[in-house]
Nanobody
Framework: QVQLVESGGGLVQAGGSLRLSCAASGRISTYAMGWFRQAPGKEREFAAAISWSGDSTTYADSVKGRFTISRDNAKNTVYLQINSLKPEDTAVYYC????????????????????WGQGTQVTVSS
């Protein structure tokens, strides 16, 4: 089990960028990592996932080309670089860790994850 703490959210204008971080309390080298988001009044949705080694990444179609997930296993930290922000990106962003060595596409689903952070709010103004 690892505890996850997200940071880096905030209020930003449309077209801007943010870099979210997710710091883990323990080693994440045996976990795939993912980012999900939940907009007001909507269900939580998948945004991005990265395999345990970092050599495989998967993105939701809605964020492809604008979001980049990366990880630093030495620092036990995962990042989500968000560019060209849109008002519809407004949501609480959650980091998650799922045990295993499958390719990142396996981790598109929230039930693949055992550990979740508390979330960080991203608000995009138009």
């Amino acid at each position: 089990q690892v505890q996850l703490v997200e940071s880096g959210g905030g209020l930003v204008q449309a077209g801007g960028s943010l870099r979210l971080s997710c710091a883990a309390s323990g080693r994440i080298s045996t976990y795939a990592m993912g980012w999900f988001r939940q907009a007001p009044g909507k269900e939580r949705e998948f945004a991005a996932a990265i395999s345990w080694s970092g050599d495989s990444t998967t993105y939701a179609d809605s964020v492809k080309g604008r979001f980049t997930i990366s990880r630093d296993n030495a620092k036990n930290t995962v990042y989500l670089q968000i560019n060209s922000l849109k008002p519809e990106d407004t949501a609480v962003y959650y980091c998650a860790a799922g045990r295993g060595y499958s390719t990142s596409s396996y981790y598109r689903y929230d039930y693949r994850y055992e550990n979740w952070g508390q979330g960080t709010q991203v608000t995009v103004s138009s």
